[in-house]
């Protein structure tokens, strides 16, 4: 069973950075995909951004594009979101999120696989 797990929220002042880490405890040939989903108080979870394992055009959400990176380590199983230019609302609790697939649309079905989360908090 794969499991995920997130580290480095925090709380910042807007205008700040922050980077979100995701170690997956093994790669299957399930996972193809990994992203990351945010959600705020009283709103649906929303995907962010998302990256296909060992290569491929990363996907954002249109909020953070320009702002946010998505990278990848596959050598260590883990993706990371750079978080730059933090706005009070991308305030929410970042998950990350694994799967066979993903595209632009962010559709969670994608998602076997999903974390505890780690919260972002921006003031």
């Known amino acids: 069973h794969v499991q995920l797990v997130e580290s480095g929220g925090g709380s910042v002042q807007a205008g700040g950075s922050l980077r979100v880490s995701c170690v997956a405890s093994?790669?299957?040939?399930?996972?193809?995909?990994m992203g990351w989903y945010r959600q705020a108080p009283g709103k649906e979870r929303e995907g962010v951004a998302a990256i296909a394992l060992g290569g491929g055009v990363p996907y954002y959400t249109d909020s953070v594009k320009g702002r946010f990176t998505i990278a990848r380590d596959d050598g260590v199983n883990a993706i990371y979101l750079q978080m730059n230019s933090l706005k009070p609302e991308d305030t929410a609790m970042y998950y990350c999120?694994?799967?066979?697939?993903?595209?632009?649309?962010?559709?969670?079905?994608?998602?076997?696989?999903w974390g505890q989360g780690t919260q972002v908090t921006v003031s």
């Open positions: 093994e790669y299957t040939e399930s996972i193809n995909c």
């Open positions: 999120a694994a799967g066979a697939g993903g595209d632009s649309s962010f559709n969670p079905l994608w998602y076997a696989y």
